[in-house]
């Protein structure tokens, strides 16, 4: 098993080398209601394993930046994104009150993001 764990290990490190350039660009996902969400994109340009990286609610997708484009070095396609009322997303500056509206729609606009 050891041995197994090893050659991927290699495999993984031929295949995606830490050095690869990596660009990134930002994107609108586009809501069922309408709504767009800002997102950026990290990538080598190759086909290859996703993630999405969401942020706590005191930040933006801009505090993944680093970490994003280490992962995205390391030969992963990364995606962050602002949540409606945050950053550049739809409702960003929505008072606290009314943030409950928009909160409630999360899980769809993740589900959306997911799906881009």
């Not at 309408?34 to 993630?51: D, E, H, M, N």
């Not at 990286?53 to 484009?69: G, I, V």
């Amino acid at each position: 098993m050891r041995r197994i764990a090893a050659v991927a290990a290699v495999v993984a490190a031929l295949a995606f080398p830490a050095h690869a350039e990596v660009s990134k660009w930002n994107v609108d996902v586009k809501m069922a209601d309408g709504a767009k969400l800002r997102a950026t994109i990290y990538s080598q340009g190759r086909r290859v394993p996703g993630l999405l990286l969401l942020h706590q609610c005191n930040s933006d997708r801009r505090s993944w930046d680093a970490l994003a484009t280490s992962l995205a070095k390391a030969g992963l396609s990364v995606m962050t994104m602002d949540f409606r009322g945050y950053g550049e997303s739809a409702g960003a500056g929505t008072p606290r009150e009314k943030m409950a509206e928009l909160q409630a729609k999360w899980p769809s606009d993740v589900e959306t993001a997911w799906a881009f």
